[in-house]
């Protein structure tokens, strides 16, 4: 095989990647064979070991959420509830209690596992 060929080989294939790469997600959506993956954990990519007998939850703020006002100390969350980080777009926070809380943010919560 000369180089020529070499060269022409490798470009084929490298232009048939390129296509079958960027085409097959819509293609496959198209033909109805895509399917969403479910959502597992969550935002802030924290686990717990079942020995701590907790759970974490994420809470996504709206507006309704702001009805006595926007400091985390404001919010009214159950006892025994703690906030351990508040994720604004791509920051993420460690919160205190005078915090100034926005609708979008999202909240991590730990409390005790009810049985």
Do not use: Y
Not at 28 to 38: K, Q, S
Request: charged share 20%; glycine share 8%.
């Amino acid at each position: 095989m000369t180089v020529l060929t070499l060269v022409v080989v490798f470009v084929i294939t490298l232009l048939s990647l390129s296509f079958q790469g960027t085409t097959i997600t819509a293609c496959a959506r198209w033909l109805g064979l895509a399917t969403e993956v479910p959502k597992t954990g969550n935002d802030f990519g924290i686990e717990l070991p079942d020995e701590l007998e907790s759970q974490l939850s994420e809470i996504t703020l709206t507006d309704e959420d702001f009805n006595k006002g926007h400091r985390l100390a404001d919010m009214n969350f159950p006892k025994g509830v703690l906030v351990m980080m508040v994720k604004r777009g791509r920051s993420f926070i460690v919160p205190n209690g005078q915090l100034e809380l926005q609708p979008g943010d999202i909240l991590l919560t730990i409390a005790r596992q009810t049985e």
